[in-house]
């Protein structure tokens, strides 16, 4: 079992950055890759980005694509997520997420683990 703790959102303007980070600890669990998804209110949870564990892969939404990077530290079991040039369509809620085993990387059902979530506020 994984346990995912996310932190570094916040309220920012338009333009601004903000980092994520992703801490993941458990014992006897795997890492194929992991990810950040998004939920807006009213909305479903959508794919953000995805970095492979033992790869430089990465996957990015079409909407954050040249904005957002995502990077991890293994031996830490970390992952983070730069974000610049934020709008505030950004606004969200972010979570972060782990897929175990082999996978896609678009969908939910591709994450075994998730975190709480860390709420990221885009001022016009």
């Known amino acids: 079992q994984a346990q995912l703790v996310e932190s570094g959102g916040g309220a920012v303007q338009a333009g601004g950055s903000l980092r994520l980070s992703c801490a993941a600890s458990?014992?006897?669990?795997?890492?194929?890759?992991m990810g950040w998804f998004r939920q807006s209110p009213g909305k479903d949870r959508e794919f953000v980005a995805n970095i492979r564990w033992s790869s430089d892969n990465t996957y990015y939404a079409d909407s954050v694509k040249g904005r957002f990077t995502i990077s991890r530290d293994n031996a830490k079991n970390t992952v983070s997520l730069q974000m610049n040039s934020l709008k505030p369509d950004d606004t969200a809620v972010y979570y972060c997420a782990v897929a175990a085993h082999y996978s896609g990387y678009y969908y939910t059902h591709d994450y075994d683990y998730w975190g709480q979530g860390t709420p990221v506020t885009v001022s016009s």
């Open positions: 458990g014992r006897s669990f795997s890492t194929y890759a």
